[in-house]
């Protein structure tokens, strides 16, 4: 894949995971009887678009940089590792947040899930930032 098709899909997949976040922000602030059957397609919509994010970040971006003779390897390998330590934060936030323990602990869930949602958009921006200095060619 040419290198402006692998930016152009690296921004519109991350833009995807952003707008998942951005539409389930508003059911946070309902009762958990209402809000939870928007939330639990919104959790599965955004484990879905993280698991095929980080997948293709590592074989578009990460990987090729890490496996090559550049100069920027050893920030391809950082930046693989927050992503791979961004989507276990989320994989145990998952777990731990059952559908039944959130709904019994919404007030917790609710801030738990703010957080996570502030986790993703912070590690997004960073390695927004880094990616673009990447030399892809």
């Known amino acids: 894949m040419a290198p402006d098709m692998i930016i152009r899909e690296y921004h519109d997949r991350r ?9 389930a922000r508003p059911d946070l602030n309902r009762s958990a009887l209402d ?10 919509k955004l484990s879905d678009a993280m698991q095929t994010f980080q997948q293709f970040k590592h074989a578009n971006i990460f990987d090729p940089i890490i496996a090559g003779d550049r100069n920027d390897k050893m920030i391809a ?3 693989k590792a927050d992503c791979v ?3 276990n934060q989320y994989d145990t936030f ?3 947040w059952t559908s039944t323990e959130a709904q019994d602990n919404w007030p917790k869930y609710r801030l738990s899930a703010i957080a996570m949602m502030t986790t993703i958009r912070k590690s997004f921006a960073e ?8 030399n892809l060619a």
């Open 15 to 23: 833009r995807a995971i952003l707008s998942i976040l951005d539409i």
């Open 35 to 44: 809000a939870w059957p928007a939330i639990a397609v919104h959790r599965q």
């Open 77 to 79: 390998a950082e930046l």
């Open 85 to 87: 330590m961004l989507g």
């Open 94 to 96: 998952r777990r731990r």
């Open 127 to 134: 390695q927004d930032a880094t990616v673009r200095t990447l």
